[in-house]
């Protein structure tokens, strides 16, 4: 196997863009957002999807429903309800936004990526909220987690699908209230996040064309045998992170069933032959393998230099139920700066399959991180402030159309502007976006708006303590 792997170098600052170039970029939004239009039904639902979009792209600190609305000059509830209520559609817009990613991006041995993200919410009245692990604090708390795919090539990466994950405890009776209270789909049942991402990725294949090879998920996804063999059931090759205990053998032990010796029942389920020889766990592996197994590697080109670990790269078989499943590679990946940091990975790629593929692969993951951090702090991914299971699906289709248009724009801009990112085409294109003037009458309308809605929640928590048998006042 190579010892470096070959990536981008991060380009230098060549600048060939004149302003008629940045100035393009309102022409360039406006028609990149005619191709949805399509997908709506009425005239009013397009209205306002492209005032939503042109939310999400602007500078508002806040992205949120009612702030765009304000800003735009735009009804507050009849924008509210378009994202929260309206029943248009997903299906023609996330098929045409696959279309324009495959477009942009595609290529054969593209990489779709699974993982989920979180949202720390108050209360419990949003849907799918409650107590459970979130990323982005790193611990258990109040929140919603999202399950996404996305897709990654050596062009750029960029969102395809997502949805909302909804704790078991949801589905109870006694919450029967609280699903109706949200739009909860009557159909819907329970599902794990490893199964949700196994639907988005069959979906995302069924709608049409989406050239890949790989699925790269952590070990979430990775120790979910079921999602493994649903991608290889799709004819793709994962790689996924699995923990260090998973076990398995390096060499196939033989299975039998044991023959009848004339009394009790008859044998039926298959067996090791030898009980004796026992499975590993991946983690003591390590100390087994000689040190011509580890290759130095560069995975890609970071920020701040090349990023190169160890590898190891064998077949193994795994354990399924006690029996040895499928030959699978197993990928070790040490981090030179601290050698006791090993990520564990299994992959059903073919077995003449050249490892520094392998090692390749070990960093596509790493684009899902970047997508997200684009999301939450360029197009205003988690700003929002939804209850229902339409508003969140319809806010975050939105997310993903503004994320693609600056990816679009990366990509349309590389050849004269190689070093270019995806925040920096937002900020070239703030200066860009039109934006209705804002005068003293606007403030006005704003301040006014906001004081005729925070009175009338006060009269209603007013009247709701009133009410109460334990406040007797005399009025």
């Known amino acids: ?19 008629e170039d940045i ?11 005619q191709e949805f239009k399509p997908g709506f039904e009425r005239c009013d639902q397009a209205a306002h999807g492209w005032v ?27 924008l509210q309800h378009f994202i929260g209520q309206s029943p248009w559609e997903r299906e023609q817009l996330l098929a045409k936004q696959q279309a324009l990613v495959v477009e942009t991006l595609g290529e054969p041995d593209g990489v779709l990526l699974v993982d989920e993200s979180g949202m720390v919410k108050q209360g419990g009245h949003s849907v799918g909220v409650g107590a459970q692990y979130c990323g982005s604090v790193g611990k258990i708390a109040n929140a919603q987690v999202g399950v996404y795919l996305g897709y990654a090539s050596r062009k750029g990466h960029a969102f395809l699908d997502g949805r909302l994950f909804v704790p078991e405890q949801w589905f109870d009776a006694t919450n029967a209230e609280l699903r109706q209270a949200v739009n909860l789909p009557e159909k819907l049942s329970y599902e794990t996040k490893p199964a949700i991402g196994l639907e988005l990725l069959e979906n995302a294949l069924a709608r049409g064309e989406l050239p890949c090879r790989w699925v ?8 979910s045998p079921g999602f493994r063999d649903g991608v290889a059931a799709v004819g793709l090759w994962f790689f996924t992170e699995v923990r260090c205990t998973t076990r398995i ?6 299975i039998w069933v044991p023959p009848w010796k004339g009394r009790g029942r008859r044998p039926t389920r298959l067996r090791l032959k030898n009980p004796e020889q026992g499975a590993i766990q991946v983690d003591q592996m390590v100390q087994q393998l000689p040190a011509t197994s580890w290759v130095r590697a560069r995975i890609k080109e970071g920020a701040k230099g090349p990023l190169v670990c160890d590898f190891a790269c064998l077949r193994v078989f795994e354990v399924r139920d006690g029996l040895p499943g499928q030959e699978l590679w197993l990928i070790l990946r040490r981090n030179l700066e601290d050698p006791s940091e090993i990520k564990y990975y299994f992959s059903n790629a073919p077995a003449d399959l050249d490892p520094a593929q392998l090692v390749r692969i070990s960093g596509m993951r790493w684009p899902v991180e970047i997508i997200f951090r684009a999301g939450k702090v360029e197009v205003g991914f ?27 724009m990366r990509i349309f801009f590389k050849s004269r502007a190689p070093a270019l990112t995806v925040p920096q ?5 703030l200066s860009v976006l039109p934006m209705p003037a804002f005068n003293v009458a606007d403030a006005i309308r704003i301040v006014r708006y906001y004081q005729r809605r925070n009175y009338a929640a ?4 007013r009247k709701g303590r009133l009410e109460r048998p334990s406040l007797n006042l005399a009025l």
């Open 23 to 33: 100035q393009r970029m309102v022409v360039e939004l406006d028609r990149f957002y």
């Open 425 to 429: 085409v937002r900020l070239l294109l």
């Open 1 to 19: 196997m190579s010892t470096e792997i070959v990536s981008e170098i991060c380009p230098p600052p060549e600048w060939e863009l004149a302003e």
């Open 249 to 254: 053998w390096l060499e196939k032990p033989e």
């Open 52 to 78: 939503y979009l042109k939310g999400l792209l602007s500078d508002l600190p806040r992205k949120v429903t009612e702030r765009i609305a304000l800003r735009f000059g735009s009804c507050v509830r009849s």
């Open 458 to 461: 006060y009269l209603s928590h």
């Open 382 to 408: 988690d700003h929002y402030e939804l209850r229902s299971w339409l508003g969140w699906h319809h806010h975050m289709l939105f997310a993903f159309l503004a994320h693609l248009f600056l990816v679009r």
């Open 216 to 223: 790269a998920a952590d070990e979430l996804y990775g120790d």
